[in-house]
């Protein structure tokens, strides 16, 4: 008999990934001025274009992996996919490692954020298929938990610092973890979604697969169910509501925050090792409230309400760090940057990926998370590849009171557009975007047609 325990642990083995998405997102927030002094990559400066391009060639890497990975996704199966993504994240920290130029930086950054994008693609999408209705929220809450662990981990093991080749051993560290899940995945331990199983025609592993995950039953029917084909302009408001939660996140700062966070917090007014403290707290931060949310808070309160207060929260943190930062209050703005994250954690980063993937139809599942993505990791390379230009202009305190007028612009749009889908299946979501009537009960909680 499969018991919830069965779907977290396998849930989990597949976040695995994510928690690599994670260590890459922070990697260079801890390690780059240590990777700058390595091989006088700025002429003694603390930043250039040089050290802002190793920044941002993941998310670079990212944006050109999404835009073939819904494909790939759906032609070759989760699990397959996912396995040769474990190669990408190897080859690319054992690059990082070994690399002593600008070059080799860059393109090891570059493998390894490919590794990020598809990731971020198929990830959610493998997860909320396994998942019962039930479990879907806090199941694929834990996306966000492993990239929440995946950022402590970096912070951690460079609390100390990183130079005298200490970054080295952090990029041979991330190595461990993509030979796990690779090694699992390839013996078995995950079963293939059944409804990729379904759609490719193999109505028999599908309905094995099936029973392996959920029993005998209606729950494993419905799993390996050939859907029916959806409406056109509900499935086009569904990729686009979908694909609008995921930009509300990307806009919102918080990969350029965390990329750069000694440079916010020093530019604050605190010291080096003040700085370097307040990026744990700051990580610490995230991954206590990812954990809760995992628990507790999505299975009880609903993507709309926690998306809507997430984005609103957001907005509010954001600007107390931007006027801290203005009067050089390091500590206020610190801990305001706590708050920043607690708030990002509360809805945008928990729940975008898995909403998105709940949403999409399950014909377009694939593409439509690739098209998200490659809007997330565009929004990242951006924000990295300008954000030196961007402080030279408008000041440190200037671009977080930018991310907080979109952070507001987000929470207007979940406002208006999202649609409530706690413990619906995922053969039903796409009716709540038709024309029907929303359904009765808390106005909060009732679909928005």
Not at 254 to 264: F, H, P
Not at 381 to 399: E, H, I, P, R
Request: net charge neutral; glycine share 10%; with cysteine.
């Amino acid at each position: 008999m499969t018991t919830t325990w069965d779907h977290v642990l396998r849930t989990a083995l597949i976040n695995l990934h994510a928690f690599e998405f994670g260590y890459t997102v922070a990697f260079t927030g801890a390690t780059l001025q240590s990777m700058i002094d390595a091989v006088d990559l700025c002429g003694g400066a603390d930043l250039c274009a040089e050290a802002s391009f190793v920044a941002s060639a993941a998310p670079l890497g990212a944006l050109l992996a999404a835009a073939v990975a819904g494909r790939l996704l759906d032609s070759y199966g989760r699990r397959t996919f996912l396995v040769a993504v474990s190669g990408l994240w190897v080859v690319g920290y054992v690059v990082v490692a070994c690399a002593s130029s600008l070059l080799g930086f860059a393109l090891g950054r570059a493998v390894a954020g490919a590794a990020m994008g598809a990731t971020s693609v198929a990830v959610p999408v493998y997860a909320a298929e396994l998942a019962p209705p039930k479990l879907r929220g806090p199941l694929g809450g834990l996306f966000n938990v492993f990239i929440s662990a995946g950022i402590l981990a970096v912070f951690a093991l460079g609390a100390r610092g990183t130079d005298d080749g200490v970054w080295r051993w952090m990029a041979i560290a991330a190595v461990a973890p993509a030979l796990a899940v690779g090694l699992g995945l390839h013996r078995g331990w995950v079963p293939e979604s059944p409804r990729w199983l379904a759609q490719q025609g193999r109505a028999a592993e599908a309905k094995e697969a099936a029973e392996h995950l959920f029993g005998r039953g209606a729950a494993a029917d419905e799993a390996c169910a050939v859907p029916e084909p959806t409406k056109r302009r509900a499935s086009q408001r569904s990729v686009a509501v979908g694909v609008g939660v995921v930009g509300c996140f990307a806009f919102c700062g918080n990969s350029c925050i965390q990329a750069y966070m000694s440079v916010v917090l020093e530019g604050a007014g605190l010291s080096e090792a003040s700085a370097r403290a307040g990026a744990i707290t700051y990580a610490s931060t995230q991954f206590v409230f990812a954990v809760l949310m995992a628990l507790y808070g999505v299975a009880r309160f609903g993507r709309r309400p926690l998306l809507i207060a997430s984005a609103m929260g957001a907005t509010a943190a954001l600007t107390a760090m931007a006027t801290f930062t203005e009067t050089q209050e390091g500590l206020s703005a610190s801990l305001a940057a706590d708050a920043y994250i607690a708030a990002v954690t509360l809805g945008l980063s928990t729940l975008s990926w898995v909403y998105c993937a709940e949403v999409l139809p399950d014909g377009e599942r694939g593409r439509g998370m690739a098209y998200a993505t490659c809007l997330f990791w565009a929004t990242t390379f951006a924000s990295l590849q300008l954000f030196d230009v961007a402080v030279a202009t408008l000041t440190v305190a200037g671009v977080l009171g930018l991310f907080a007028l979109f952070s507001a612009g987000g929470a207007l749009f979940c406002y208006a557009f999202v649609v409530e889908t706690r413990g619906a299946a995922l053969s039903d979501v796409q009716r709540l975007f038709s024309d029907q009537p929303p359904s009765e009960g808390d106005a909060l909680l009732a679909p928005r047609v």
